[in-house]
């Protein structure tokens, strides 16, 4: 028998505003509503601002480690900008500014980092997961939530984001074969930003592109310029628009470039070029659509300056809320463990600074109690309450 | 021999061990020319070459299930789990695959590989970056938990898991990474797996611990006015029931610290040993101080988690108040 072809394909890799300001009419005429650029592009500006507050942060001891977002703003965003406010937005940790424009307080992101759970208190209504931090994992929630909502009658979908180094993890295929197999509308976004920490994308996928990673689960792949504002939204709105009408999974590679270091602990020039840093530093989504938005006389320096004047007071500000917030109770990590804290919780969250754990302070003789109260007396005065 | 910190004494045994066994390996996520993010494996790469020292993707079943057949295939594996709190999608590959294969091949196959994981708190890090799961692994048969508490012990006890002829999860406490240095001999010395210091004697009350939280048991020690003596387990499993139950016996008294969750840490066993050992020479219950049974918090609350040397210190107040 002759050799047949058993499965043939090819990945569209989707480009409408690139670096140079050239732009694809037929893709991206009509595509994003002028007044509705101006705020896209806003909300980048902010994210980027923050994103240097936040580094600043770190630095002068303020806040924990911190990954910086930058470079990477147009991926989120676009996401955010096309999907339905009800649909979930499952991310991990450098998704900002698509946070941001869900409506998630800045407060709320900067508190995590502050090493505050209670920044993770996400509002029910805005249908997003908190920071994830270990890889890879939250694709399989993102497929759970959704089809916990078509269980319940709503056509709601789920896009999730990961980035190149996450979709090595086990949990990353499970997902996408749950979604597929199972038919569960689930909208994956590779984020490729090239570097996981110090290692290259060729180390994570030895394939051409990410994107390929969908078709081994019969999904949908596209490429896009994740540095295009336009084309992530474009991407976004096809994908989405497929995976909500079928109920089936979709998937998106977006090219993009994490222009800082992993996080605040990093240091990347132990491990790459300037000389590539540059070339993407040329690629930034902001510029570009700054860029794009003057040529169309739909910006200019007196818009940014004022701009600029009001990110820096609403950045600050929210660093003053972050801030602000009254410092949580010794023990308040307690508080939120179960339902109803176990009686023996309850103990130890109540003897937490005084007695040793295994210990019923009652079994003490009356003189060891004395003695321990004017311990722990001068414990208190020594930590300052 | 030269002042060391803690990374730098494991550096050094790596090297020192790579020279005479070419059969090491290691392997991990950003080991190579990051030389880790704690920069423990630093300039490997650039001694040994891309072949002995490699990073993988990003996966950690993958790290370790890879790092099993490795070792099953002849050589010595040291895969680097970047965080203790990663070690999750690892845990089918040790507990069900490296943890059995000696017992259930009967000896036919075996996983001589030394599993290096930064541990515990105190460093300001993010989620899942400070938790303290050696029980876990010590409640797994077929594995063996070690945990340095100081630069000399590390070099000592890692060139020892680098001979094991079983698969060793090498336990790192990243608080005392770079706190402290010590003289580490340059010259070959091992430190047995499964044998414990006597950090200092005393005859008032023993103090078992191992780990970052020996640092703190130091502090209380100091400041009391008891005799005290600090046992530093150093391997949590094989443990060195020996050395407590002879120190117990003579002072009639334990503390046990640690910084893992109280129920079903490490030191619920130790007290359980004392119980069955010498339960005729006790003056008083055996006291735990422990993290509590909660989710490691955050960086704001971590040191109200974490046991420190007052709460030490109430302890042995407590344990001799009986």
Known sequence: MPITTAYETKIDHISILDEHGNFDEKLGKGLIPDADLVKLYEAMVSCRHLDGVAFRLQRSGRMGTYPQNMGQEATSLGAAYVLRKDDWMVTCYRENCGLFWRGVP???????????ERGNAMPKDHFVTPIYVPLGTQMLHAAGLTMAARYQGKDRIACTFFGDGASSEGDFHEACNFASNLEIPVVFVCQNNFWA???????????????QRGLSYGMPCTQVDGNDLFATV???????????????????????????????????????????????????????????MTARKLWDDAKEAALMERVEKENADA?????????????????????????????????MHTHSLGQDPSQLPPEAQERAAQMDAEAQAAHGH | MANLTLVQAINLALIQEMEKNENIVLLGEDIGVNGGVFRVTEGLQKRFGAKRVFDTPLAESGIIGLSIGLAMGGLHPVPEIQFEGFLGPAYDQICSHAARMRSRTRGAFTVPMTIRIPVGGGIHAPELHSDSPEAIYAHTPGLKVVMPSSPYD?????????????????????????????????????????????????????????????????????????????????????????????????????????????????????????????????????????????????????????????????????????
């Not at chain 2, 044998?195 to 103090?207: H, M, P, W």
């Not at chain 2, 970052?212 to 020690?221: K, L, P």
């Not at chain 2, 060195?240 to 030191?267: I, N, Q, W, Y």
């Open chain 1, 106 to 116: 800045k407060e709320s992101i900067l508190l995590h980092w502050m090493g505050d």
């Open chain 1, 197 to 211: 920490i110090s290692t290259p994308s060729k180390i994570n996928s030895a394939a051409p592109t990410f994107a």
């Open chain 1, 234 to 292: 474009y991407a976004v709105k096809q994908a989405s628009e497929y995976t909500r009408v079928s109920g089936k999974p979709s998937f998106i590679e977006m090219v993009t470039y994490r222009l800082g270091d992993h996080t605040t602990a990093d240091d990347a020039t132990r491990y790459r070029d300037k000389a590539e840093v540059d070339a993407w530093k040329a690629r930034d989504p902001i510029m570009r659509i700054r860029n794009y």
């Open chain 1, 319 to 351: 660093v003053a809320r972050a801030e602000g917030i009254a410092a949580p109770n010794r023990s308040e990590f307690f508080d939120a463990m179960y339902a109803e804290l176990p009686a023996d919780l309850v103990r130890q969250r109540d003897t």
């Open chain 2, 154 to 322: 590390a070099k000592g006890l890692l060139v020892s898991a680098l001979r094991d002829p079983d698969p060793v999860l090498f336990f790192e406490p990243k608080r005392i990474y770079r706190a402290f240095r010590e003289e580490v001999p340059e010259d070959e010395y091992t430190l047995p797996i499964g044998k414990a210091r006597t950090v200092c004697e005393g005859t008032d009350l023993t103090i078992v611990s191992w780990g970052a939280s020996v640092v703190q048991c130091m502090q209380a020690i100091e400041k009391s006015s008891r005799s005290i003596e600090l046992i530093d387990l150093r391997t949590i499993y094989p443990f060195d029931m020996d050395a407590v139950e002879a120190s117990v016996r003579k002072t009639g008294r334990c503390v046990v610290v640690h910084e893992a969750p109280l129920t079903c840490g490490f030191g619920s066993e130790i007290a359980a040993r004392i119980m069955e050992k010498c339960f005729l020479e006790l003056e008083a219950p055996v006291q735990r101080v422990a993290g509590f049974d909660t989710t490691m918090p955050y960086y704001k609350l971590e040191l109200d988690y974490l046991p420190d040397a007052h709460r030490v210190s109430r302890a042995i107040e407590d344990c001799l108040a009986y």
